[in-house]
C-alpha cells in the first residue's frame, strides 16, 4: 500500500494513488502537524499549539480527538495516527511525507563532491515542490513554519545554484538568477552569483556593474566573498578567460534501453569529426544525443554548444545558419563590435574562433545538409553531433529505430515501476505494440499510468484499442497524434486549454509570465498547469522555467480547438511590447520615452540593466516569432513598437541580424509618416553597422524626407546624427561635420540634455577631424560641462577623450595626456574595458610623439592584452606592429572613433 503526504504545496494525501479527503482546514492542520514530526511524539499541548494557538478553545481535546478519528476513517490501515501517554504520533514509512523525502536528498547533495551529482540530487529534491508549504492551512504556526521550509528551499535553489555555476553553467542561468538577485536586492550571495554568471557569459563590464550597484545599495563595502570576486574580474592579468560555454540542455531524467545505439555513437564518435542520428520524430533521437553528450562532457573541456535549428517546427521557417553562428559567437565570448556582416565571413570566424579548442556542438532538428555546412568547425579537436529526421551525413550516420520489446518494456518500468507492469504482462505487451516501440509514445503513457494508479494497464491497452490505434501499430505520424488524444482527453479543463494555448504560441518555448499572459491565468496557477502537464510528458521545462514541446506534440496542441485563441495572443504580444518597454527602460533610462496604451496584463520587471538583458537573451529566439505573429493578424502598431523597445538591447549585444529582421517588418507595417522616418533611421544605421553603405544611405535620405515632412525636432535630430555617424565612418568628415551642427539645432529644440550633450560631443570630434580645432575644443568642453552636470561619468570619459583628440591635433600634447588619463580613469571606473583598450593606444602615440617610447611601448602592451582578450584581431595586430623591433613609430593609424 503506498501513501503519500504532501506538505511542499496544498496540504494532501493520497493511499495507492487515490487522494484522501483530509476534511475542512483545521483537520488538515492536524495531519500536518503530526506529518511534520512523523513517528515522532507530538505532545497533546504541542499539537492544540499548532493547530490553535497559543489560546486553544475550552473543548479543544475533545475537537482533537474527533480530527483524529476522522482522519483514521479516511486512511484506513495505511496510516496509524497512535495516542501515546504524552501525545500523539503518526506512524508511517518516513519516505511518505514530502518533506522527508526533500530533506534527505538536500543532506545526501551536501555529502558528495561531484557537482554534476549535486546538482542531480538537488533538482529531484527540488521538484517534490509544488508551490507555498502547508497551503490551505492557517495559524501561528503555520504561518512560522511556512516561512522555515520556505527558508529551506531558497537554500537549497542556491545551492543548486552554486553548484551549476561551478559546472559553468552560467551563461543558461541567467535570467533565474537575475530575477532572484532582483528579488533579494541585498543578498549578496545571490549577488555574486549574479556576478558569477555574467562573468561566465564574457559579460565582465556587467558583473562590474553589478558589484557596484549591491554597494550603492547596501551603503556600505560588501562582505568577503563579493570583495574577492569584484577583485578577480576587475585585475585579471589578461582581460577575463576565454568564455567556455555550457549549452547543453539537461541530461534526460530516464535513459534506458538504446544500449547497443549508444555503444555504436560512442565508437563513430572517436573519428568521426561529424555525426547524425536519424530517425522519425518522436524516436528519441535528442535523447540519444544528450545523453552521450552528458556522458562524454570530460572530452571536451573548452565547452559544448547547442542549437536547436527547427527543421521539422510545424509553425516556424527551419533557422538560418547564419544566426546559429551568430549565437556560437556570442557564447563564445566574441565580441559584437568584431563579428563581421557577411554569412561566410562569420563562418570563416567561428571556424577560426572554435578551430583549436575541444568543443562540442549539438544540433538538433536540423532540416538538410545546407544548414548544417556552415556550422562545421573543421580541424580535429571539435566534434559535432547532428539529429535530424534525414540522412545528412552518409555512413556516418546512426539510424534509430522504434524499440524493441525488451527495451520498449524497460521504457515503461523506469516509468511505472517494474511491480505495476509485473501484475498484468498481456497488457503490457499490448501497450509495446500499440506504440510501436515509439519511445515519445511511452513516455505518455507512462506518465499517464503513473499519474492515475487506479487506472488498470488492460484499461488503458483497451481504450487505446478503441482509438483504433493497433491497425497503424508503428506509424509515428498516427501513434503519437492517438496516444495524445487519449492523454489529452484524461486531462482537467483548465490544462486542456493550457496544453492547447502553449502548443499555438509563437517562438521555439515560452517563459513562465508570457505563459501566464497568454492563458490569462495568474503566475502560480500557470505554474501549477505547466508541472502537471509536464509530469504527463506533453511539455518540457528547462532552465529559468522556460517551456518547450515536441515539434509533434505541438502540432497536436495546435490544431485543438480551444475559446479565445486569438485574444490570448494579443494578451501575449501585449506582454512582450511592454515588458520589453520597462526592460528597454533599464538598459537605456535616457532614450527618449516611448507612448504606449494600458497593458491588457500585468507587467513584471527586473529590477536592474543586468536583468533587464537577462530577459531580453531569453526571450531572442522568440521575438521574432511574435512579431511575425502580429504581422500575419494585421496588428500594425505592435509590430513597430516590438521593434522599438528591442532597439537599445540590440545596439548592446550587436545582435544587428535581428534589430534589421525586426525593423524591415516595422517598415512593412509603419503607416504613420514619423513611424515610418523612424523605421528608414534605424535601418540606415544597421546597414551602415553591417559595411551596406548604399542601402544606408537610401534609408537614411527616406527617413530624411518623412521627418523634414512630419517637422518633430527629435526625429529630424535623430536622422541628422546617424547621418552624421554614417559619414564619419566612412571618414567623408566635413559631410559629418554638417549633419552633426544639424542634429544638435534641433536636440536644443527637443530639450533633451543628456542628447544636447552628446550632439556637442560629436560636433566637437567632427570639428577635430576636420581641423577646426577651436570649434573642437569649445563644443567638447560643452559636453563634458553638461554630461558632468547629468553625473553620466562614462559620457564624461568620452568627451574627455574627444577633447585628447583635440588638443593632440591641435600640438598641446601635454593636455592631450591629461584628458586621455582622465578618459581611462573613468572608462575603468566603469568597467568599460573596450574602451578602455582604444583610449590607452591613443595615449600610447600622444606619448611617442612627446619621443617618450617606452612609455608608449608600456601603453601599448597594456592594450594589446585588453584586445586580444576581446578579439579585436585588426587593432592588435596594428599594435604588434608598433611594438615590433625597429618599428616603434609615431604615426597614428588608429581609425577615426565613431560619432
Not at 550571495?189 to 558583473?207: F, K, N, V, W
Not at 502540432?555 to 495572443?569: H, K
Not at 507587467?603 to 521574432?624: C, N
Not at 536622422?719 to 566635413?734: D, F, K, N, P, Y
Amino acid at each position: 500500500m503506498t501513501v503519500e503526504i504532501a506538505l511542499l504545496g496544498e496540504v494532501g494525501a493520497r493511499v495507492d494513488g487515490v487522494a484522501v479527503d483530509l476534511g475542512h482546514a483545521r483537520q488538515r492542520c492536524v495531519l500536518a502537524a503530526l506529518a511534520i514530526d512523523v513517528n515522532k511524539v507530538v505532545t497533546v499541548t504541542q499539537l492544540t499549539g499548532r493547530v490553535w494557538g497559543a489560546d486553544p478553545p475550552r473543548r479543544s481535546r475533545a475537537a482533537l480527538h474527533s480530527y483524529l478519528s476522522r482522519l483514521r476513517q479516511a486512511f484506513g490501515t495505511a496510516v496509524a495516527l497512535t495516542g501515546r501517554a504524552a501525545g500523539y504520533v503518526l506512524v508511517a514509512d518516513e519516505s511518505a511525507v514530502d518533506l522527508v523525502r526533500f530533506r534527505r536528498l538536500r543532506d545526501a547533495a551536501r555529502e558528495l563532491t561531484d557537482d554534476e551529482a549535486v546538482a542531480r540530487v538537488l533538482t529531484e529534491a527540488l521538484r517534490l515542490w509544488r508551490g507555498e508549504p502547508l497551503t490551505g492551512i492557517g495559524g501561528d504556526w503555520a504561518d512560522v513554519t511556512r516561512d522555515r521550509l520556505t527558508a529551506e528551499r531558497t537554500a537549497a535553489e542556491a545551492d543548486l545554484l552554486d553548484a551549476r555555476l561551478r559546472l559553468g553553467q552560467g551563461p543558461g542561468l541567467l535570467a533565474s538568477i537575475s530575477a532572484r538577485a532582483a528579488r533579494n536586492p541585498l543578498d549578496e550571495h545571490g549577488a555574486a552569483q549574479h556576478m558569477r554568471a555574467l562573468a561566465q557569459a564574457g559579460r565582465i563590464p556587467e558583473a562590474l556593474e553589478e558589484f557596484r550597484a549591491v554597494r550603492a545599495r547596501l551603503g556600505t563595502e560588501p562582505g568577503r566573498e563579493l570583495r574577492d570576486l569584484h577583485e578577480e574580474l576587475l585585475h585579471g592579468d589578461r582581460g577575463p578567460a576565454p568564455v567556455v560555454p555550457r549549452q547543453l540542455p539537461s541530461a534526460p531524467a530516464r535513459f534506458v534501453g538504446r544500449d547497443q545505439d549508444l555503444a555504436g555513437l560512442d565508437e563513430v564518435m572517436r573519428t568521426a569529426g561529424a555525426v547524425t542520428i536519424a530517425g522519425a520524430g518522436g524516436m528519441g533521437k535528442t535523447w540519444l544525443a544528450l545523453r552521450w553528450a552528458h556522458d562524454n562532457l570530460h572530452r571536451f573541456p573548452d565547452g559544448q554548444l547547442f542549437v536547436d535549428l527547427r527543421g521539422f517546427s510545424p509553425d516556424e521557417r527551419p533557422m538560418d545558419p547564419d544566426v546559429a553562428i551568430s549565437g556560437f559567437l556570442h557564447a563564445l565570448g566574441v565580441d559584437a563590435n568584431r563579428v563581421p556582416s557577411g554569412q561566410d565571413a562569420r563562418a570563416e570566424l567561428f571556424r577560426d574562433v572554435i578551430g583549436r579548442r575541444r568543443v562540442l556542438l549539438v544540433v538538433d532538428n536540423a532540416a538538410g545538409a545546407a544548414q548544417i555546412a556552415p556550422l562545421l568547425p573543421g580541424g580535429t579537436t571539435c566534434r559535432v553531433l547532428v539529429t535530424s529526421r534525414n540522412r545528412l551525413c552518409g555512413p556516418d550516420t546512426l539510424c534509430l529505430d522504434v524499440l524493441a520489446g525488451h527495451e520498449a518494456g524497460t521504457l515503461l518500468a523506469s516509468l511505472v515501476g517494474a511491480a505495476r507492469l509485473s501484475a498484468d504482462p498481456p497488457a503490457v505487451a499490448r501497450l509495446v505494440d500499440l506504440c510501436g516501440g515509439l519511445p515519445l509514445a511511452l513516455s505518455i503513457i507512462g506518465a499517464r499510468v503513473l499519474t492515475e494508479p487506479g487506472l488498470s494497464l488492460a484499461d488503458i491497452a483497451r481504450q487505446l484499442d478503441e482509438l483504433r490505434l493497433g491497425a497503424l501499430d508503428a506509424d509515428p505520424r498516427v501513434s503519437v497524434p492517438v496516444v495524445l488524444s487519449w492523454s489529452y482527453r484524461a486531462l482537467p479543463d483548465r490544462q486542456k486549454d493550457v496544453f492547447a494555448l502553449i502548443g499555438g504560441a509563437p517562438g521555439e518555448d515560452i517563459g513562465l509570465h508570457a505563459a501566464a499572459a497568454l492563458t490569462g491565468l495568474s503566475t502560480e496557477d500557470t505554474r501549477d498547469a505547466l508541472r502537471a502537464l509536464e509530469q504527463a510528458s506533453l511539455i518540457s521545462i528547462g532552465d529559468g522555467f522556460r517551456v518547450g514541446m515536441h515539434d509533434l506534440v505541438r502540432t497536436y496542441a495546435a490544431q485543438l480547438d480551444v475559446p479565445g485563441r486569438e485574444e490570448a495572443l494579443r494578451r501575449l504580444v501585449d506582454h512582450h511590447v511592454h515588458t520589453a518597454h520597462a526592460h528597454d527602460r533599464l538598459i537605456d533610462p535616457h532614450r527618449p520615452l516611448i507612448s504606449l496604451g494600458a497593458p491588457r496584463v500585468h507587467v513584471t520587471a527586473a529590477g536592474d540593466k543586468a536583468g533587464a538583458l537577462a530577459w531580453f537573451d531569453a526571450e531572442r529566439g522568440t521575438r521574432r516569432a511574435v512579431q511575425q505573429a502580429a504581422a500575419a493578424r494585421g496588428w500594425d502598431d505592435e509590430v513597430v513598437l516590438l521593434a522599438r523597445v528591442s532597439h537599445a538591447y540590440h545596439q548592446q549585444r550587436g545582435h544587428l541580424d535581428d534589430e534589421l529582421a525586426l525593423w524591415r517588418a516595422a517598415l512593412g507595417a509603419a503607416r504613420d509618416p514619423a513611424d515610418r522616418a523612424v523605421a528608414h533611421r534605424i535601418m540606415g544605421g544597421g546597414l551602415g553597422q553591417v559595411q551596406r553603405h548604399d542601402e544606408a544611405r537610401h534609408h537614411l535620405g527616406e527617413a530624411l524626407v518623412l521627418a523634414e515632412q512630419v517637422g518633430e525636432p527629435l526625429l529630424l535630430a535623430d536622422v541628422h546624427g546617424t547621418l552624421a555617424w554614417l559619414w564619419a565612418s566612412r571618414s567623408e568628415h566635413l559631410r559629418a561635420f554638417e549633419h552633426a551642427k544639424a542634429a544638435l539645432q534641433h536636440y536644443e529644440s527637443s530639450g533633451n540634455k543628456m542628447l544636447i550633450a552628446m550632439a556637442h560631443n560629436n560636433i566637437g570630434h567632427c570639428a577635430a577631424e576636420v581641423g577646426d580645432t577651436g570649434q573642437g575644443r569649445l563644443s567638447a568642453t560643452k559636453a563634458l560641462e553638461l554630461l558632468h552636470e547629468l553625473g553620466d561619468r562614462h559620457g564624461e570619459a568620452t568627451a574627455h577623450d574627444t577633447l585628447a583628440r583635440v588638443e593632440h591635433q591641435s600640438g598641446d600634447l601635454t593636455a592631450a595626456i591629461a584628458h586621455y588619463e582622465h578618459a581611462v580613469e573613468l572608462y575603468r571606473a566603469a568597467a568599460d574595458d573596450y574602451s578602455t583598450a582604444g583610449t590607452l593606444t591613443n595615449l600610447g602615440h600622444t606619448h611617442l610623439a612627446l619621443g617618450r617610447p617606452e612609455r608608449a611601448a608600456e601603453l601599448w602592451r597594456r592594450a594589446l592584452g585588453m584586445l586580444e582578450a576581446q578579439g579585436r584581431d585588426e587593432e592588435a595586430d596594428r599594435l604588434r606592429a608598433h611594438l615590433g623591433p625597429g618599428r616603434l613609430t609615431g604615426a597614428n593609424d588608429t581609425p577615426a572613433r565613431e560619432v
